[in-house]
């Protein structure tokens, strides 16, 4: 038997969620618009928001700069305290947990 409850409790409303991933006592959120949420556990079952970010494209080539687009997944890589963002635009991130900072020196990859 399993009980459903929520984790958070002060999700932004007005977001569809698209991607979730857990490391550590943080939970980060990805967001059909692009948005990234990392939230913390500061207590038992009690989450903060830490950050709230916006992934963006550097795909220039064919116009302006691609802001629009989701995050499709979030994959944790405990070993090296990483987390990879995959796109729709197919564009993979690179970001440092737990604080969910973007990797600067990462040449951004796309068409994956």
Not at 20 to 33: D, Q, R, S
Not at 69 to 86: D, G, Q, T
Request: overall charge neutral; proline content about 4%; aromatic content about 10%.
């Amino acid at each position: 038997m399993f009980k459903v409850c929520s984790l958070i409790k002060d999700l932004p409303s007005g977001f569809q969620f698209s991607a979730v991933a857990l490391f550590e006592k943080n939970i980060y959120i990805g967001t059909t618009n692009g948005d990234l949420f990392h939230y913390m556990e500061i207590g038992p079952a009690e989450y903060v928001l830490i950050s709230k970010a916006s992934v963006e494209s550097s795909n220039t080539i064919n116009g302006p700069k691609i802001t629009d687009f989701a995050v499709k997944c979030i994959h944790v890589i405990r070993s090296i305290s990483r987390a990879v963002v995959l796109t729709t635009t197919n564009q993979v991130l690179l970001y440092e947990l737990p604080e969910f900072q973007l990797v600067q020196e990462q040449k951004q990859i796309q068409n994956i």
